[in-house]
């Protein structure tokens, strides 16, 4: 069976000592899984002590939230993936749409930082792509998507390993979650997308996740009928307890 994920994105909630305890619970609350591969994404703050925690939990991983695309220099309050690699992180989060909206991160810088993240680090970027509601609206939605990948991969010409993640703008933190169906066409036209970009082997082993909204009474949905091999959650993933039953319902597939 392949391999299924459950992103937690803390983004800048819980402190060290909160995210270690969050993450010691989750661990013992789930059941030893080969089928799914948690990634917990804490703030680089508790980077250290999640990946203590987590240790020898194989189907556990630590993620970070992001990076810089430079190994080391002059870049005050960056962060290097080479750093974050010796530190035992294995996946990075790249290109969320906070960060383009509110640090201003365009698809150059990006590109940038996926490079840096397979190419100097040997890390696995979670790619994130997705439109904003107005850009829904007015159907854009492929255009923009395109945009992104493309950008995001110029000048790559194989993937290792690399997750992409939907994650439309409208429906992160709203409530309102995609409708599997729509998901389901979504992550076809990215698989599509991939398989014409690099080949048909690249795009069946990439996993597509998606994100936005998801939580515990639309995630088996979700994963039974969207088409998706993972989630990626944000606030449903702050609590031990209801990331478990995450965790369960993806199993349960
Ligand atoms: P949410 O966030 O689950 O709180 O909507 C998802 C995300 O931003 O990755």
Redesign the pocket.
Known sequence: MKKKFLIA?W?MNLNPRQSQAVAASYVKRIQSSSSVTTILCPSFTSLQGVIATVNRTSHVSVGSQDCFWKSSGSYTGEESPLVLSALGVRFVIVG???RRIHLGESDAVVRLKVQSIMQDAKLVPIL?IGENGTQKKSGKTFSILTNQLKTAFDGIQTIKQCLVAY?PIW????GNPIVPADSKKISTWIREYLRGRFNSRIASVTPILY????DVTNAHSIITEGGVDGL??????LDAKQLAMLHDAIKSR
Do not use: P
Request: aromatic share 0%.
């Open positions: 994105n983004k969320h749409s906070e994130c994650e429906a992160i933190g709203s994100g936005g909204s998801v990626l959650v944000g606030s449903a993933s």
